[in-house]
């Protein structure tokens, strides 16, 4: 079966068409530009020390996340309040806690996200010591070669064979 042009052509709209409708569907309402550049600005500069409640590895002004928009929003409204930075993390600290922070402070509850790692890699090493100490103890000692033993070894490397 061949096509015509004309078929080609409605082939050719009908592609185009469904095109349109897919990308149409998928296009986002365009973020609103910022109303005031220096709560913006702030805004920015505290986020970047803030954790994204729902993506963890990201901090709050890169997060696109649902939750991320809302504290965002959040953070707006503290700093419109005249809030300072130190006040606004203390508020977002008390409601959820310091994971919140991408640097808590230290203190006897932070200890095991300050220290931890430190504390298992000198686990680790000390371990590692003791077990090839162990492994070195348990290996038997060889007695050094006898002087016949060496004038062996020294002619079958001289004579090139090995019987």
């Keep these: 079966m061949t096509l015509n042009v004309q078929g080609w052509k409605c082939l050719a709209a009908a592609f185009l068409a469904m095109l349109a409708l897919s990308t149409s569907v998928q296009a ?3 973020a609103p530009l910022a109303e005031d ?3 913006e600005k702030r805004l920015i ?3 970047e020390e803030l ?3 729902v993506c963890q590895n990201e901090s709050l002004a890169s997060s ?3 939750l991320a928009n809302d504290l965002r929003e959040e953070v707006r409204k503290l700093i419109r309040q005249d809030k300072s930075d130190n006040q606004i993390k203390e508020y977002l600290v ?5 994971f919140v922070l ?6 006897p509850l932070t200890w095991v996200l300050w220290f931890g790692p430190f504390l298992l890699l000198v686990l680790g090493v000390i371990g590692m010591a003791y077990y090839l100490k162990q492994r070195q103890a348990a290996a038997p000692d060889k007695a050094p070669l006898s002087e016949e033993d060496r004038r062996k070894v020294q002619d079958i490397l001289k004579s090139g064979e090995a019987s």
């Design 37 to 39: 550049p220096v709560v």
């Design 102 to 107: 991408y640097r808590p402070e230290v203190k």
């Design 51 to 53: 954790r994204c409640l």
């Design 64 to 66: 696109r996340a649902e």
């Design 28 to 30: 986002k309402e365009a």
């Design 45 to 47: 500069h505290i986020s």
């Design 94 to 98: 008390t409601r959820y806690g310091d």
